[in-house]
């Protein structure tokens, strides 16, 4: 039995008008800020931002960010700010300000807040930080030595935003359930390189709960701009329980799967968000799971419009060769223990041809779907004998 860790962000903040309160956040952790704002968003959140550690007496400065987060871009805005040796790294806008924040905070060695302006993903709430080169290619995942110290969630910025950002952020979430449940029974580890606690699974299952219920109300909500309590509990699903639950309960091999996605024709150019949504399609039928819990998922992704074939990611009329290719560079990724089962190449591709087969079955999910979200839930006991 081996030591086991638990991290999270020892504050976050969610609901309408949040950011105006990011003054007081700061204050209590530093007198002077620096704000790394996505250009995209910069007449919409700088503003309120720099007011708020005004009125807070933080004093800041606004530098606006764009392009990719590659090393040589952490490194030289790094260089920039440590002239005016700021006591925090506030970080805002969609994901790439949110990263080379989180790489500028960990060289500058300073807490940092971060202030998704979309749901896209759980990386406002995680310690990790993708790096890419100038192709665009991720080339790394780093970590900071400590999640964010506060994470500040505006929904009604969120609710502003484009609905598709938010329909990734719920392919994002979705799998984090099953994920979890995968690393446990295999004998994988989290990002924090222990074997998961069982807290993290919990929460990754009650994300999913979360989105089986409202995901469908929030994305009809943010397509009239409005912030209900179904966009409040989905946003939280998707930044907080899906963040907390892939750190803590780990990955496995719908996010594996993101190695072969990112290289495949078409399904390139699909969301991260919406690659894994179908992928742990894939991860079910590897594990063997019913045909009727496939179908029931498939079902629930369909509903809030995530991709359940490879057409949908773009992989139009796929090849033999091109699912191979897809399943063995799935099998480079670290969280291919994380399974129930040891899994191959051919196991992989077979499970992306099973999906395919149910997809085009013109099956629906069983006929008891009132409650079917309850049985396709993951359980998370331990496997028998299956700790480390
Ligand atoms: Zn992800």
């Known amino acids: 039995m081996s030591v086991r860790i638990f991290g999270s962000p020892p504050r976050y903040h969610q609901g309408p008008g949040a950011v105006l309160g990011i003054g007081g956040i700061a204050r209590a952790l530093a007198e002077t800020a620096c704000v790394i704002v996505d250009e995209g968003v910069h007449g919409i959140v700088a503003g309120p931002i720099a007011e708020s550690l005004r009125e807070a007496g933080v004093a800041g400065r606004v530098t606006p960010f764009a392009g990719e987060i590659t090393y040589a871009a952490i490194e030289s805005l790094t260089a920039a700010l440590r002239a005016d040796a700021p006591g925090l790294v506030v970080a805002a806008g969609g994901g790439k300000a949110l990263d080379v924040g ?121 397509e009239r701009n409005a912030v209900t309590e179904a966009l409040e509990a989905t946003v939280e699903a998707c930044i907080l329980m899906s963040g907390l639950g892939f750190e803590n309960g780990g990955l496995s091999l719908a996010h594996a799967m993101t190695r072969g996605l990112v290289k495949a024709r078409g399904a390139m150019g699909a969301p991260h968000g919406e690659q894994v949504a179908y992928a742990v399609l894939v991860q079910l039928a590897v594990e063997g799971c019913a045909d009727d819990e496939i179908l029931d998922l498939m079902g629930f992704l369909r509903e809030v419009g995530l991709p359940v074939r490879l057409a949908d990611l773009g992989l139009t009329d796929a090849a033999p060769e091109e699912i191979d290719a897809v399943a063995r560079l799935t099998m480079t990724a670290p969280h291919i223990p994380n399974m129930p089962c040891p899994v191959t190449a051919e196991n992989i591709a077979a499970g992306m041809r099973r999906v395919e087969d149910l997809a085009a079955s013109g099956r629906s999910r069983p006929d008891e779907a009132a409650d079917a979200s309850a049985r396709s839930a993951p359980a998370f006991a331990p496997a028998p004998g299956g700790t480390a």
Not at 103 to 123: F, K, Q, Y
Not at 144 to 162: F, G, H
Not at 169 to 189: M, N, P, Q, S, Y
Request: proline share 6%; hydrophobic share 50%; aromatic share 4%.
């Open 102 to 222: 989180k790489g500028v905070a960990a060289r500058l060695g300073v807490p940092i807040i971060t202030v998704p302006t979309i749901a896209s993903n759980d990386a406002p709430t995680s310690a990790s930080y993708a790096v890419y080169d100038e192709h665009h290619v991720m080339v790394a995942v780093d970590r900071m030595t400590r999640n964010p110290d506060a994470v500040v969630v505006d929904t009604a910025l969120i609710a502003r935003a484009p609905a598709h950002f938010l329909r990734a952020g719920i392919g994002d979430a979705v799998t984090k359930a099953f994920e979890a449940r995968g690393c446990l029974a295999g004998t994988g580890l989290t990002p924090f390189g222990t074997r998961p606690l069982l807290t993290g699974g919990v929460i990754a299952e009650a994300g999913y709960r979360t989105l089986r219920a409202h995901a469908a109300a929030a994305l009809a909500a943010v």
